[in-house]
């Protein structure tokens, strides 16, 4: 990220937490002093996809907020996933030049304080950052990663925490036996995490539950032709599921009407439902409000 203005040192884009429609850009005129055993990381190159959207929809439940904390406690930094490099080092392990992937602010730079450093990267031990889920502290050196491919930069920014993601949630569903459930349901089928799930349930080697995408009509074609769900549904179409039928399910999507109405429609039948993205942050969720957990 870069300043074509000529107008600031630094730039940090803002987010009203309160309202993710507001947005504004802030401008430093000069650096932040590094103290020492701190970096200071130029951010090159960063993805964005529907999975930022849920760390801001999910800011102050979750904590994403408190990665980059503002100097106005009303706005936000959105965390992404990208590559940066060290521009300037005060620490005694972590060179100028070397190049990390990791959690960044969409800003121009980000200042590290690097604990156990290795040849494979370091984490970040701000203090800020203490009680936050360690996955997000961590920061790759792509010199000692040994799948990084140069070529593959962008490919790397949009899949990997999509697809890690995908994973821990299959593993959560295997580690629990499915719930006992016989159907596993995932809205927003055809998003980038539900298809790593798919794809790593339809992939295992005992499969025990039916799997069942529940997609736009728009979209149904598509996730059909995935071949990895054994049915494919339609957000209109949630009435036609069997509702007598032990069933899992799990949202990316956050849509409160779809929930409601799925919740409804499987009743007792739903042994575990679980929020895992809010892409749909902006639609109605007070069909909710009546829920009881599942």
């Known amino acids: 990220m870069t300043d074509t203005t000529g107008k600031a040192h630094g730039i ?38 529907a999975n930022n959207i849920t760390y801001a929809a999910f800011g102050d439940v979750i904590g994403y907020w408190r990665f980059f904390p503002c100097t106005e406690e009303k706005f936000g930094r959105v965390p992404v996933w990208g590559f940066a490099d060290v ?14 992937y990791g959690f960044l602010p969409i800003s121009t730079e980000l200042i590290a304080t690097p604990v156990s450093v290795s040849s494979s990267g370091f984490v970040d031990g701000a203090e800020h950052r203490q009680g936050l889920p360690p996955i997000y502290n961590q920061y790759t050196s792509v010199s000692g990663d040994p799948s990084y491919m140069p070529a593959l930069e962008a490919q790397q920014m949009i899949l990997r925490p999509l697809f890690m993601t995908s994973f821990l949630i299959e593993d959560f569903l295997l580690e ?3 719930f006992g459930a016989e159907r596993v349901i995932l809205s927003s089928a055809s998003s980038k995490t539900a298809i790593g799930v798919a794809y790593q349930i339809a992939h295992a080697e ?28 339609s957000y209109d179409e949630i009435e036609a599921l069997d509702p007598d039928r032990p069933t899992v399910f799990v949202d990316i999507a956050g849509n409160g009407d779809v929930i409601c109405r799925l919740h409804t429609h499987i009743g007792d039948q739903l042994k575990y439902s679980c929020l895992v993205g809010a892409s749909h942050w902006d639609a109605d969720s007070a069909a909710t409000d009546s829920l009881q957990p599942k």
């Open 87 to 100: 521009i300037e080092s005060r620490h005694s392990d972590v060179s100028t030049g070397e190049r990390f």
């Open 206 to 233: 005992q499969r025990v539950a039916e799997l069942v995408g529940l997609t736009s009509e728009g979209n149904k074609e598509f996730v059909g032709e995935l071949g990895l769900y054994d049915t494919v549904v």
């Open 176 to 178: 629990n036996e499915n």
């Open 12 to 49: 940090n884009f803002l987010v009203d937490k309160s309202d993710l429609n507001q947005q504004r850009f802030e401008y430093s005129d000069s650096p932040v002093e590094l103290l020492e055993g701190q970096i200071r990381l130029a951010v090159d190159k960063f993805a964005l996809t």
